[in-house]
C-alpha cells in the first residue's frame, strides 16, 4: 500500500504530498531515510511554522502593549494566534491563553484553584494520567490538606474504570482532573461524560488534551470543561503551552499575577513575558493542519483535515498492532484498533530491555520513544516498572512503508 493510498478525504492532501513540508524527512542514518515515531513525545515540524518563527523573530520582534510599530505588530501577532487556537479548539478569543507547557500552567492553575480549597476537599485523578496532570494537584494535598482520590485503570484493556470514577466523585469533590488520551497507551477517555459527573457534584472539570489534540480535533462546547490544556509542540508546532478556560473560570481562579499586570482575561493568567515567536509558531502550526483540509472556514478545514488524517491514522495503526501482536515474544498494551485511540502503541520484547529496544530500532533508522513518559502510574499498573515500554506513535507523515520496516524491525530483534 502506497502512503497516497491510504484512506482519507480525496480532497485532502496525500500523505506523500503533506511530507513535502517537512524537512526534517529528509534526514537519513545508515543509507536509509529516517522514520519518526516519536510523534507522541513531540511532533517535527513543518516548514511554514519555522517561517513564521523566523519572520517574527527578524521582522517584528518586540514586547507588548507600546506606542512603537514592532510592538503593535506583536500585539496584534498574538491576537490573532489567539484566534487560530480559539479556532482549533472551538472557543473564543478570550478563552485562550499562553505559557512555557502544559505542565507549568497545569501547576498554575492548580495553584490558583488550591487558594480558595480547604482541609477535607477533594480532587479527582486517574491512574491513566500523564504525571503533569496528577502531580499539580498532589502538591495541593501536602500544601492545603486536600484529599486526591485517584481512579483505577483496568491494566488488561488500558481502559479507565467508570464506576470508580463515578463512586470518587462526591459533595466534597471540588476537581476532575482527567485526560483526553493516554499518552503511554492511546487510550482515548470520554472527557465529555466526565465534565457531566464532575459539574452535576459542583466541580472544576480540567481536561489535559495534550497527546488528544494532534488526532482527534478538540471541542471545548461539545466537552463542556472549564479548563483544557494542550501543547503545540505535540501538534506541529514550537515549543509553547495552551490553556483553554471560560471567562468565568478565568476571572475566577486566584492565580498569582503581578499587581500591575493585566487582570482580564485571558491575560491574568499569562504570568511574565510571554514565548512570542513561539505563539506565532503555534498559530503558523494550526494554519499547516487547517490547510490540509477543505472548507469555507479555518474551523471547517481543521474538521476536513481531522476527519481525514484520523482515517489515516487508524489504518496504520490498525496495521501496526496487527503486525506487532503476530510477533512472537512481543506484547502489546493498551486497547485495540476497533476501540476509541490514538494511532500511538507501546509494546515490550521478551528478554530485552525498552532501552535496548528503542536503541535497535534507532540502529535501523526508526526513531521511538521508550521509558515511563512521564505516565509512571500507567506503566506500573501494567507490570512494566521500572524499565518502561517502546512506544511507536504515526503523525500525519506517517508512511505504511514505516510502519511496515518497523514491524520487521522489531521481528528481527525479537529473533535475536
Not at 494520567?129 to 482520590?149: M, S
Not at 513561539?278 to 479555518?298: P, Q
Not at 506487532?324 to 502489546?332: D, E, K, S
Amino acid at each position: 500500500m502506497t502512503a497516497a493510498s491510504i484512506s482519507g478525504d480525496a480532497r485532502v492532501q496525500s500523505t506523500d504530498a503533506i511530507r513535502q513540508h517537512f524537512p526534517a524527512l529528509e534526514r537519513r542514518q545508515a543509507g536509509r531515510w529516517v522514520a519518526y515515531f516519536d510523534g507522541p513525545g513531540g511532533t517535527q515540524v513543518p516548514r511554514a511554522v519555522t517561517d513564521a518563527v523566523t519572520g517574527y523573530l527578524l521582522e517584528h520582534n518586540a514586547n507588548t502593549h507600546w506606542a512603537y510599530p514592532t510592538s503593535i505588530e506583536t500585539d496584534a501577532a498574538i491576537e490573532r494566534a489567539r484566534r487560530a487556537i480559539a479556532d482549533f479548539l472551538n472557543a473564543r478569543d478570550d478563552e485562550i491563553a499562553f505559557g512555557q507547557n502544559m505542565t507549568s500552567l497545569t501547576f498554575h492553575v492548580a495553584r490558583g484553584i488550591g487558594r480558595r480549597l480547604s482541609v477535607g476537599d477533594e480532587i479527582v485523578v486517574t491512574e491513566l494520567d500523564h504525571h503533569a496532570n496528577i502531580a499539580p494537584w498532589r502538591a495541593l494535598a501536602a500544601e492545603r490538606g486536600i484529599t486526591v482520590r485517584m481512579v483505577r485503570m483496568h491494566p488488561d484493556s488500558g481502559q479507565l474504570d467508570w464506576d470508580d470514577l463515578e463512586r470518587s466523585i462526591g459533595n466534597r469533590t471540588r476537581v476532575v482532573a482527567i485526560g483526553a488520551a493516554s499518552n503511554a497507551l492511546g487510550t482515548i477517555n470520554d472527557v465529555a461524560r466526565a465534565t457531566r459527573l464532575a459539574h452535576a457534584a459542583g466541580a472544576i472539570a480540567f481536561v489535559d488534551a495534550v497527546h488528544y489534540a494532534p488526532h482527534q480535533l478538540v471541542d471545548v462546547r461539545a466537552i463542556g470543561c472549564d479548563f483544557l490544556a494542550c501543547s503545540a509542540y505535540k501538534f506541529y508546532g514550537p515549543h509553547v503551552g495552551v490553556l483553554y478556560g471560560t471567562s468565568e473560570r478565568i476571572l475566577e481562579v486566584d492565580v498569582p499575577r503581578l499587581e500591575p499586570a493585566p487582570d482580564t482575561a485571558p491575560e491574568r493568567l499569562e504570568t511574565g513575558t510571554q514565548n512570542h515567536e513561539g505563539i506565532v509558531g503555534a498559530a503558523a502550526a494550526v494554519d499547516f493542519l487547517a490547510s490540509l483540509g477543505a472548507g469555507d472556514t479555518r474551523r471547517a478545514r481543521l474538521a476536513s483535515a481531522f476527519e481525514a488524517l484520523h482515517a489515516r491514522g487508524s489504518a496504520l495503526v490498525t496495521s501496526m498492532w496487527n503486525g506487532l501482536t503476530a510477533i512472537p515474544g512481543v506484547r502489546v498494551f493498551g486497547p485495540p484498533p476497533s476501540s476509541p485511540r490514538t494511532p500511538t502503541l507501546s509494546f515490550v520484547v521478551a528478554g530485552r530491555s525498552s532501552t535496548d529496544v528503542a536503541r535497535q530500532l534507532a540502529d535501523r533508522a526508526l526513531y521511538t520513544s521508550n521509558g515511563d513518559f512521564y505516565a509512571a502510574t500507567v506503566i506500573e499498573r501494567i507490570g512494566m516498572a521500572p524499565d518502561g515500554v517502546v512506544r511507536a506513535g504515526c503523525a500525519c507523515y506517517t508512511t505504511q512503508d514505516e510502519v511496515d520496516r518497523l514491524i520487521s524491525a522489531v521481528g528481527e530483534i525479537a529473533r535475536t
